[in-house]
């Protein structure tokens, strides 16, 4: 089993600062990459950055210049730090690892998600 705890959400005014939170722990094996996914009221999922362990780090174009990825592999942890927020922002943020668990899955796993709300 893995376990993905993400902290650092809630409520902020636009042009604000948050910093999300992600520590992965269980039987991991090999991170791939590490990301963060966001979902707004009626929308679907997408991307925001995800960070690989390959040296590649890739962002929404929304989020560009603004949203800054980082990770600590020795605690298997990654962070977003969320600067300049918009009321477009709002949205539930989770957290994704991809790689290899326990001794032969391949795959990925995911957080239960934690709020950002953005006031105007």
């Known amino acids: 089993q893995v376990q993905l705890v993400e902290s650092g959400g809630g409520l902020v005014q636009a042009g604000g600062s948050l910093r999300l939170s992600c520590a992965a722990s269980?039987?991991?094996?090999?991170?791939?990459?590490m990301g963060w996914y966001r979902q707004a009221p009626g929308k679907q999922r997408e991307l925001v950055a995800e960070?690989?362990?390959?040296?590649?780090?890739n962002y929404a174009d929304s989020v560009k210049g603004r949203f800054t990825i980082s990770r600590d592999n020795g605690k298997n942890t990654v962070y977003l730090q969320m600067n300049s927020l918009k009321p477009e922002d709002t949205a539930v943020y989770y957290c994704?690892?991809?790689?290899?668990?326990?001794?032969?899955?391949?795959?990925?796993?995911w957080g239960k998600g934690t709020l950002v709300t953005v006031s105007s």
């Open positions: 994704k690892v991809e790689g290899k668990f326990g001794t032969s899955f391949w795959g990925s796993y």
């Open positions: 269980g039987r991991i094996s090999i991170i791939n990459a």
């Open positions: 960070s690989t362990s390959g040296g590649s780090i």
